[in-house]
């Protein structure tokens, strides 16, 4: 019999005992880490429902390396995309600094990623992580989705979400003036004045982004100096109608109650207050750990990132390991998050080894489970791009749900995967995507004026219109209070 369990100590010291085996190690590390006592026995967790190997939740470069190693290494690989597919790689236009690539656009780098673990196996669950429990084992990770997923080990990678102001107005004028993505957004500012906020890259990025379109572009710099990497700083000098201005912080958005209009900025060295006249504000101000899910679940440091333990990409729990922005304060690239990825991967392989996870167990839980997980995923949305079909699926279906994109629009791309997996949820209800490249009458019919764009009709008339990209979360609740 191979019946093995290992107990992992919390505090200074730590004792792993394999039953049955007859002897005691300890894992790598394990003496000067303060980690979560569980109990790990292969067999009883086995004998549960849903059981996979490796769960790990993100999709961006940190969670599809760490596939791409567990799924080659013929472990059962479950990816757990979120409530932004490909992370955010997908918002970036033009990227230089990923070896091999010369020059590539960010969601093209993660198209070719994804592709490449999807050779190897690996299962994408098109939800997002609801809730987690890591206090037993095999852990419990819930999805918005309702699907319950027991893993053995799981990796953390859910990067990091755009940082706001937290200014009056912000949120008043967001979808109206105020956004993070210029690449989405930028041809609705077409020969107006507006301005981006923050001094990083991302920030010269916007502002070329805008440039193309706009009347004029001004960087606002809360300190003396930009962040941005000199090289991408040199970017801007070609551009005439972009302009920088340092010692400069936003204090309110200002607007006439339906758009923006401008911003009150307070200059740092005098304190004064001067309104700028604006009708766009692009918020390029960093990112903060995506850890919602988790926080009370592993040790977080004081800036809300996934502590490390024991120079690996371990986390306060034995079993839970953690890759990219959700723990990296530090670096923030996207290469080094695809390295962690790998290093957790590694980590996750090693742990499973350690729980007595082998080809035998694989083979025992991955018949059952990962299929099971999958079924239910079929989406059920029509592509229309003429006015008259549109107007008779409309004048058909009581209730229709309708998804305005564009190719090149980043969070157009991103809702567009989880538009179609909210449709599989609800079988009464019309789903359609219109391709806005190619549908020009029935954006001039709907007044459509910013993407992505979505429009409920119910009894053929319009109900609701919601002017950006929704997560699942409240794509749902968006229908459901339509369809009450
Ligand atoms: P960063 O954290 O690098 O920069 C954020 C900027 O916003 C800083 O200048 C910061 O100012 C400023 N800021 C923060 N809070 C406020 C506030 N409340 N008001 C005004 N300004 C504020 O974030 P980025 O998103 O630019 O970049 C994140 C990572 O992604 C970086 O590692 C970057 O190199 C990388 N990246 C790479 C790209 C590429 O290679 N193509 C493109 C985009 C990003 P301060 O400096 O004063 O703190």
Redesign the pocket.
């Known amino acids: 019999m191979n019946k093995r369990s290992f107990i992992v100590g919390v505090g200074s010291f730590c004792v792993v005992a394999i039953t049955c085996a007859g002897f005691i190690f300890l894992p790598s590390g394990c003496k000067e880490s303060k980690r979560l006592a569980l109990r790990y026995d292969i067999q009883e967790a086995i004998k549960q429902e849903n059981v996979v190997p490796v769960v790990i939740i993100g999709s961006g470069p940190a969670g599809l390396a760490a596939s791409l190693y567990t799924a080659r290494g013929n472990i059962d690989t479950v990816v757990i995309e979120g409530n932004k597919p490909g992370g955010l790689l997908t918002d970036?236009t033009?990227?230089?600094?990923w070896p091999g690539e010369k020059s590539i656009l960010g969601p093209n780098l993660v198209h070719k990623m994804k592709e490449q673990v999807a050779d190897f196996n690996v299962h994408f669950v098109s939800d997002a992580v609801s809730s987690v429990n890591f206090t037993r084992w095999p852990f419990t990770i819930k999805t918005e989705g309702d699907i319950t997923i027991r893993a053995l080990s799981v990796i953390l990678a859910t990067g990091a979400k755009p940082?706001m102001?937290s200014v009056p107005g912000e949120q008043k004028y967001w979808g109206f003036g105020v956004t993070s993505c210029a690449t989405c957004d930028a041809p609705f500012f077409k020969s107006e004045d507006v301005v981006v906020?923050?001094?990083?890259?991302?920030?010269i990025?916007e502002a070329i982004q805008l440039a193309k379109y706009v009347n004029s572009v001004t960087i606002?710099?809360?300190?003396d100096k930009?962040?941005?990497?000199a090289r991408?700083q040199d970017r801007i000098a070609g551009y005439s109608n972009i302009a920088v201005r340092y010692n400069v912080?936003?204090c309110e958005v200002i607007g006439d109650g339906l758009q923006v209009t401008g911003v009150r900025l307070v200059d740092a060295l005098t304190k004064e207050q001067l309104v700028m006249p604006v009708s766009g504000v692009f918020l390029?101000?960093?990112?903060d750990p995506l850890t919602q899910v988790f926080k009370d679940h592993v040790d977080t440091c004081p800036m809300g990132h996934i502590k490390m333990f024991d120079r690996t990409q371990g986390t306060s729990v034995q079993g839970v390991f953690a890759a990219g922005d959700v723990e990296d304060h530090r670096?923030?690239?996207a290469i080094v998050a695809a390295g962690h990825g790998v290093s957790a991967a590694l980590d996750a392989i090693e742990f499973l080894h350690e729980v007595g996870f082998d080809q035998s167990v694989s083979q025992k839980i991955s018949r059952k489970s990962v299929p099971a997980l999958l079924q239910g995923q079929q989406a059920h949305v029509v592509e229309i791009g003429d006015l008259a079909s549109f107007k008779e699926m409309i004048a058909l279906h009581p209730l229709v749900i309708v998804d305005f994109y564009a190719d090149y629009c980043p969070s157009c791309m991103r809702m567009l995967p989880d538009f179609e997996a909210v449709s599989a949820e609800y079988k009464d209800i019309v789903f359609i995507k219109v391709d806005a490249n190619k549908a020009h009458a029935l954006l001039e019919e709907y007044s459509v004026h910013k993407l992505p764009c979505i429009l409920a009709f119910k009894d053929g008339a319009l109900k609701a219109r919601f002017k950006d990209a929704m997560n699942r979360k409240e794509l749902r609740e968006f229908i459901q209070k339509i369809a009450e």
Do not use: F, P
């Open positions: 970036t033009e990227v230089e600094n940082r102001l906020v923050g001094g990083g890259d991302s920030a990025e606002l710099v809360r300190k930009m962040r941005a990497a991408m912080s936003v390029a101000i960093g990112h670096y923030r690239q």
